[in-house]
């Protein structure tokens, strides 16, 4: 999946409020197993310095919330009216 590309087509304005969501996400999944060390790395440092709202953050974000939890992702996905964007989340 091009996550660059799909962050791409959400409007900027729900960037937080998405972010907000994924990180619910993130932290309510039981399957951290599947979390890819680098990303985990990656992920905390923008939530350390505070971008988890910019594009790459939410890149990553919408990568690992998928990773861990792809249906519930799809549902914030949902949540947020981001119907079209939903339909680019490929479930496994």
């Known amino acids: 999946m091009d ?3 799909i962050v791409e087509m959400i409007p900027a304005e729900k ?3 998405l972010s907000e969501q994924l990180i619910g996400v ?3 999944s039981k ?5 890819p060390t680098m990303l985990a790395n990656t992920m905390l440092l923008k939530m350390k ?5 910019t ?15 792809c249906e519930k992702t799809v549902g914030a996905l949902g949540e947020m009216q ?3 964007i939903a339909e680019q989340v490929v479930c496994k």
């Open 49 to 53: 310095e505070g971008k988890t709202n």
């Open 31 to 35: 399957n951290d197993d599947k979390m």
């Open 3 to 5: 996550y660059p590309k």
């Open 55 to 69: 594009k790459e953050g939410l890149t990553l974000l919408l990568e690992a919330a998928v990773l861990l939890d």
């Open 82 to 84: 981001l119907l079209k």
């Open 26 to 28: 993130i932290l309510g």
């Open 15 to 17: 960037w937080g409020p």
